[in-house]
DNA sequence: GTCTATAGGCAGATAGAC
DNA sequence: GTCTATCTGCCTATAGAC
């Protein structure tokens, strides 16, 4: 009876999610095949289908699961105990880390590529935004209330100039394979706000 | 002997990359195929062989007519007689105008899929953006030293980071169809420096 | 849960006629 | 300069054996 086994290897579905990610965080969902991951996990293209009925559902579940570890590292966040301006350099150490692998974030990738999405993979998108932004815009405020944070624009605002700049960082940042580059734009970035 | 037509019709070369640069905006360059070039020109696949020997010399000649086009903006600027602080704002309104045809900046969405193209893509992506930079490094010198933009960092930094940023404002606008969401972002992102 | 085998389609590309 | 015809290869996906 293993039904919730806390240390068992990675299962098939897990490790076909993990070789998919990072194709996709590297490539671009239109970048890369069943065959790609197939070759990898050294099982058959017609073997992934049983756990993922097609590429379009392959791609949504890996938004969904990329999205709840993004949750879990907000929460972590929250339940740091750190002042809001320790959390907002928090916040972009979790976009350094993408970066740190060699891979751009997730969604922000698959922003590149929207119009060519099925749409569930559309929606999924957007929600991580949206997440995103609204996470970001209550710690600013909590911020410009215990006096950390010097807010010159609303919350919402900067929030959304933050996500993106971010992910604009981290877009320029990989082809010239320099992380320091992200960096400095990021702490550019967030300067006027401390 | 009409060596240079001065109001030719496109000819079928300039047609086919009109097609292709939209194409690659709006759905990356591993998202479209030399067929629906064909179909929308009404031509063959093969025909298109005879102009571009293949995709990669396509996405090469792409690359360098837009960054042709983005130098020529960039002099505009630069002989308008405005000040540093308004030629900032003229700098952002290039991408304004590019994300209002609903299009991506052809060398942001490259650099998306920058681990797929080919070497000569690549070096001419990076280029686009070590030119801008280095224009917008220059600017924001002069409008240093002529007081009308506040500089806190090197110039070369803040170049970085707005570079970065207007890209990363392009990138998560499409999604939500909406060039205001660009706009807000773009100002706030200069706002420091004014 | 993974395999073999295969379908059906589209990719980029080429040869050679017109 | 554009066509028809064709090639080879890869794509996603399915059927059915093990």
Same mark, same amino acid.
């Given at each position: 009876m293993a039904a919730t086994r806390p240390k068992a290897e990675a299962g098939t579905a897990t490790? @076909?999610?993990d070789v998919a990610e990072r194709l996709v965080q590297t490539r671009g969902f239109n970048g890369f095949s069943y065959a790609d991951i197939a070759a990898e996990l050294g099982i058959t293209k017609a073997g !992934? %289908?049983? %756990?993922? &009925?097609?590429? &379009? +559902? !392959?791609? +949504?579940?890996l938004i969904v699961r990329y999205s709840e570890r993004f949750a879990e590292a907000l929460a972590a966040i929250d339940a740091s105990g750190l002042d809001a301006r320790a959390k907002l350099d928090a916040y972009v150490d979790l976009y350094a880390q993408v970066l740190s692998g060699k891979r751009m974030c997730l969604c922000g990738i698959l922003a590149a590529e929207?119009?060519?999405? *099925? /749409?569930p993979m559309c929606d999924?998108? @957007?929600r991580f935004f949206?997440?995103? +932004?609204a996470w970001l815009t209550a710690l600013l405020e909590r911020g410009g209330a215990d006096g950390t944070l010097s807010?010159?624009?609303p919350a919402a605002d900067s929030a959304q100039m933050i996500v993106s700049g971010?992910?604009? &960082?981290?877009?320029? &940042? /990989? *082809?010239y394979s320099d992380p320091e580059r992200f960096k400095s734009s990021a702490q550019h970035l967030i300067a006027s706000l401390t």
């Amino acid at each position: 009876m293993a039904a919730t086994r806390p240390k068992a290897e990675a299962g098939t579905a897990t490790r @076909i999610l993990d070789v998919a990610e990072r194709l996709v965080q590297t490539r671009g969902f239109n970048g890369f095949s069943y065959a790609d991951i197939a070759a990898e996990l050294g099982i058959t293209k017609a073997g !992934l %289908h049983y %756990h993922f &009925a097609g590429k &379009a +559902e !392959l791609g +949504e579940a890996l938004i969904v699961r990329y999205s709840e570890r993004f949750a879990e590292a907000l929460a972590a966040i929250d339940a740091s105990g750190l002042d809001a301006r320790a959390k907002l350099d928090a916040y972009v150490d979790l976009y350094a880390q993408v970066l740190s692998g060699k891979r751009m974030c997730l969604c922000g990738i698959l922003a590149a590529e929207y119009q060519t999405l *099925p /749409r569930p993979m559309c929606d999924a998108v @957007i929600r991580f935004f949206d997440d995103n +932004e609204a996470w970001l815009t209550a710690l600013l405020e909590r911020g410009g209330a215990d006096g950390t944070l010097s807010l010159s624009e609303p919350a919402a605002d900067s929030a959304q100039m933050i996500v993106s700049g971010l992910e604009g &960082a981290m877009l320029v &940042a /990989r *082809p010239y394979s320099d992380p320091e580059r992200f960096k400095s734009s990021a702490q550019h970035l967030i300067a006027s706000l401390t």
